[in-house]
């Protein structure tokens, strides 16, 4: 979400209709590429571009792609062959050893499914939701159906059974959850399309304004995730402490889940070194959505809490007791602020990425995510993801 915030900043900031745009996307990855599905690039007339579809060595031709496609007003999809044995002598001389298809599509600023303005529909609602885009077939090329679970919010296909047979498709990209690109029949062809699951921002609740919770809050943005920083006390939450936080709060214990939201894709860390405080807030956050709780301090200190809820009579559940990290971090022998920050913001990363942040060297298989054949690279998600290593819970 943090590329489609920055694309959508960008655009935002050109003398439009003056200008012009296109918009470059990652649909389609067989074998390795430093970008997976998804991976986007607005690209101006100018030759400045925001965002990335590699890691450097397909920008400067799709820059010239670009430019046709600015000219043309036609979109197109242009394959890049990185393998060794390719005549195509792109990314070797970076490691590069896959296919990567990519589809260029101009930005018209008065279109009334200028895809930008269906990006900021989409961050705006901060909800899952579906981008159908065909990628083949000049019929319907960079055609979009973009739906959520619940409401379709834009259509440009213009074939019946098409539309049906994506539609379907879409419910279960929900259900699965797993980005794909599909072939569809029609009429007279086939024709490719990319199902892309689309996944709100992490978002971040520190609970305490302390002086180290200042490092997580920097790092967390720094991600694109929306921070809350909440505490008690108004002098700990003074903007002057958390310039990068997108909401200071004011809340007590007892009230705080009126005023903030918890949601499937919120993440909750505990450190305000006060144990009432944080024992008071695990009580409410332990029937909440989020999958990530971390509590900082020894787990002598979370033992003690457990011990204090079944006086209560609370007992927590075996999949709550999984979503609560205490201590919290991973293990990378920090010591400092900004060195616990990191391992802070490592473990929720790798909570919602479903991954054990150990040492990819010992990673035993691709580090992306792959189909059944282990050829074609799928889009990471994050949250109810078919792949589910323990070691991350």
């Known amino acids: 979400m943090k590329e489609f915030k920055a694309i959508i900043a960008a655009y935002n900031k050109l003398e439009l209709p003056n200008r012009k745009v296109a918009l470059a996307t990652v ?116 055609k979009k159906i973009i739906a959520t679970e619940t409401a379709e919010l834009a259509n440009m296909f213009d074939d019946f059974h098409l539309e049906n047979d994506i539609r379907k498709d879409l419910t279960q990209i929900f259900d699965s959850p797993q980005s794909n690109i599909n072939t569809y029949k029609t009429k007279n062809s ?15 609740i520190i609970f305490g304004g302390g002086f180290d919770a200042r490092p997580v ?7 694109g995730w929306d921070v809350t920083v909440t505490d008690e ?7 002057i402490f958390f310039p990068e936080a997108n909401t200071l709060s004011l809340c007590h214990r007892d009230t705080f889940d009126q005023e903030i939201s918890v949601t499937p894709f919120t993440a909750c860390v505990l450190m305000s070194h006060n144990y009432e405080y944080d024992r008071d807030v695990l009580k409410k956050l332990v029937k909440s ?55 802070i913001v490592s473990e929720i990363q790798s909570k919602f990425s479903k991954r054990s942040g150990g040492f990819l060297k010992y990673r035993q298989g691709p580090i992306h995510y792959r189909d059944q054949n282990g050829d074609q690279v799928f889009k990471q998600v994050y949250i109810n993801s078919p792949e589910t290593n323990e070691a991350s819970q």
């Open 217 to 223: 809050s920097q790092l967390a943005n720094a991600l």
């Open 289 to 343: 959505t989020s999958p990530y709780i971390g509590i900082l301090g020894p787990r002598k200190r979370f033992d003690k809490m457990v011990a204090e809820f079944e006086q209560e009579g609370i007992k927590l559940l075996e999949e709550t007791t999984r979503k609560i990290h205490s201590p919290i971090g991973l293990d990378i022998g920090a010591e400092t602020p900004d060195e616990i920050a990191l391992s």
């Open 27 to 142: 649909v389609k990855v067989t074998g390795s590429s430093y970008r997976s599905p998804g991976a986007r690039m607005l690209i101006m007339d100018d030759g400045k571009w925001v965002g990335s579809i590699s890691g450097g060595c397909l920008e400067g031709d799709a820059l010239r792609k670009a430019r046709q496609v600015m000219t043309s007003a036609q979109a197109k999809l242009v394959t890049y062959d990185t393998r060794e044995e390719s005549n195509q002598n792109l990314g070797i001389s970076l490691g590069c050893n896959g296919v990567i298809d990519v589809l260029i599509e101009p930005i018209i600023e008065t279109d009334r499914y200028n895809p930008i303005h269906l990006f900021e529909k989409l961050v705006r609602l901060n909800t899952p939701a579906v981008i159908a885009t065909a990628c083949a077939n000049d019929a319907f090329i960079s």
């Open 190 to 204: 086939t024709t490719e399309v990319f199902l892309e699951l689309i996944q709100p921002s992490i978002s971040l």
């Open 233 to 239: 006390c108004v002098a700990h939450i003074a903007p």
